[in-house]
């Protein structure tokens, strides 16, 4: 599903992040060691082949909630941003530390005039944030950060499955009726 607000083309679908090929960058969800590890980490590690890690693990550590960008090496972007998310239940408080991820790769993307970027939904696997208070936090901060942004055109959410879909459509819809 899609929606344009504030000039900015907002999508939400079911896919693999490392087989988005008409974005310029991707996001990954990473570990604070920058060296690739399971799910959407170890994905973007494989796909992106051994030279991600040789530059990333050059960036570590990276704190909660904070963001860097590398080469996407083999895959077919221009940029990886990495971003640690909170551990839920760990690290506190976690809604802000899980706002900062995307503010920050936002952030990025707009220093290096990335014109579309695709998401996952950062901290909900083996970090344990529940899919629709981490779909809340993701959609409002992205939404708070629209009229700041310049380069960014297309900001797409790649999620796992259709259950998380249909959850980050839902509350997208709500965000955009409170507005």
């Keep these: 599903m899609e929606w344009k607000v504030n000039g900015v083309l907002l999508q939400i679908m079911q896919g693999d992040i490392t087989r988005q090929d008409d974005l310029e960058a991707i996001v990954n969800a990473a570990n604070s060691s920058l060296r690739g590890g399971g799910g959407v980490d170890g994905a973007i590690h494989r796909a992106a082949g ?77 970090y344990g944030y529940p899919l629709k208070d981490a779909a809340r936090v993701m959609l409002s901060t992205i939404l708070a950060c629209l009229p700041d942004l310049k380069s960014l055109q297309l900001i797409r959410a790649v999620l796992f499955d259709r259950e998380a879909c249909k959850v980050h459509c839902a509350v997208l819809e709500g965000l955009l009726q409170e507005r």
């Excluded at 998310?85 to 802000?96: A, F, L, M, S, T």
């Design 50 to 126: 051994p030279e991600l890690k040789k530059e990333s693990a050059a960036l570590a550590p990276l704190r909660t909630g904070g963001a860097v960008a590398t080469g996407a090496y083999q895959l077919p972007q221009r940029f990886i941003i990495h971003c640690v998310g909170p551990i839920y239940g760990r690290d506190k408080p976690e809604d802000r530390l899980l706002s900062d991820c995307y503010r920050h790769a936002l952030a990025l993307a707009e220093e290096k005039q990335i014109r579309s970027i695709g998401f996952p939904a950062i901290s909900t696997g083996i």
